[in-house]
T-cell receptor, first 115, second 112 residues
Framework: QKEVEQNSGPLSVPEGAIASLNCTYSDRVSQSFFWYRQYSGKSPELIMSIYSNGDKEDGRFTAQLNKASQYVSLLIRDSQPSDSATYLCAVKGNLGSSNTGKLIFGQGTTLQVKP | SQTIHQWPATLVQPVGSPLSLECTVEGTSNPNLYWYRQAAGRGLQLLFYSIGIDQISSEVPQNLSASRPQDRQFILSSKKLLLSDSGFYLC???????????FGPGTRLTVL
């Protein structure tokens, strides 16, 4: 089992729709979760971080965390063609494990927003 | 505010040649520094991370090495490049116990 799993996509949504991106992780005691956006040929840029169960909203983006089910998701409302990119989920490695202090990245989900 | 620089932006090198990629961070002190590689169509692979000068951990056995000669400078090197070294090399930084990593613009390396 991969430590952080994402569906590679592509996920295709029409402009104006809600895009839902999902991520599951294997380390039950993980505490810190991140979403990055990566445009083709560019470096990843941070969208949001989330640490507590529930929702966290920032503009058109909402991150959702459910530690009991070990998943974190990103919702993009009113999707725009400029949102077309690969979205990377990252989970901080647990203290005391071989992943201490490191971010473990998923493979990323490619989102296509069609005009 | 903090900024991170990487150079060169792109590089084409023959197999067997040496490599030196540089990363510098401005606007912060004692950052944690990271080198990642992203091969075409693949995820981010952590190569090295450093919590201080001359404190570097290697994640993957390979023909690459890293050095941190100054607090805010991180260098990735190789004595002899392999074809498999091609990829997008990303430097990232974080501060202290905070978790968030911020990436530099990257260096695209093609080994021919």
């Amino acid at each position: 089992q991969k430590e952080v799993e994402q569906n590679s996509g592509p996920l295709s949504v029409p402009e104006g729709a809600i895009a839902s991106l999902n991520c599951t992780y294997s380390d039950r005691v993980s505490q810190s979760f991140f979403w990055y956006r990566q445009y083709s040929g560019k470096s990843p840029e941070l969208i949001m971080s989330i640490y507590s169960n529930g929702d966290k909203e920032d503009g058109r983006f909402t991150a959702q965390l459910n530690k009991a089910s070990q998943y974190v998701s990103l919702l993009i409302r009113d999707s725009q063609p400029s949102d077309s990119a690969t979205y990377l989920c990252a989970v901080k490695g647990n203290l005391g494990s071989s992943n201490t202090g490191k971010l473990i990245f998923g493979q990323g989900t490619t989102l296509q927003v069609k005009p | 505010s903090q900024t991170i620089h990487q150079w060169p932006a792109t590089l084409v090198q023959p197999v067997g040649s040496p490599l030196s990629l540089e990363c510098t961070v401005e606007g912060t002190s004692n950052p944690n520094l990271y080198w990642y590689r992203q091969a075409a169509g693949r995820g981010l692979q952590l190569l090295f991370y450093s919590i201080g000068i001359d404190q570097i951990s290697s994640e993957v056995p390979q023909n690459l090495s890293a050095s941190r000669p100054q607090d805010r400078q991180f260098i990735l090197s190789s004595k002899k490049l392999l074809l498999s070294d091609s990829g997008f090399y990303l430097c990232a930084w974080s501060i202290g116990s905070t978790d968030t990593q911020y990436f530099g613009p990257g260096t695209r390396l093609t080994v021919l």
